[in-house]
């Protein structure tokens, strides 16, 4: 399979991996298992990824903490995955800020409890 060229594309397979994970596991799992599974699809669509990423905090100089970001497929997209009744601005606040923190402009937030996927997927971009 041939990889995606521009950001569109990319956001394209990675939504349709999420969306065939959740047509087989629908809602009700812990975030961990719809990640694991999301892993395997992306690795279906020959797409690279890091898996809990370490993002550090600076300030003037100083490493003062640390946030994990779910994945980061192709070095371009971080994808932040929750299983939650609905999506609250805390959690786009957050994609926000791992975003400026790995320096990327691109980021999908996916809900995955909710009976339609698309209902739960949030693009936002930096």
Request: with cysteine; net charge neutral.
């Amino acid at each position: 399979m041939q990889k995606p060229k521009n950001s569109e594309s990319l956001t394209y397979a990675i939504i349709g991996a999420a969306i065939e994970v959740h047509r087989h596991l629908r809602s009700g799992h812990m975030e961990s298992v719809y990640e694991t599974a999301l892993c395997i699809e992306l690795d279906n669509r020959g797409l690279s990824y890091e898996r809990q990423k370490v993002l550090t905090v600076n300030y003037k100089g100083h490493e003062i903490g640390s946030f994990i970001a779910d994945l980061i497929v192709e070095n371009r997209v971080i994808v932040e995955l929750k299983a939650v009744k609905e999506l609250a601005a805390v959690h786009e606040a957050q994609l926000i800020g791992y975003l400026r923190l790995a320096e990327l402009q691109l980021g999908l937030l996916i809900n995955f409890n909710v009976a339609v996927l698309k209902q739960g997927i949030r693009r936002i971009a930096v």
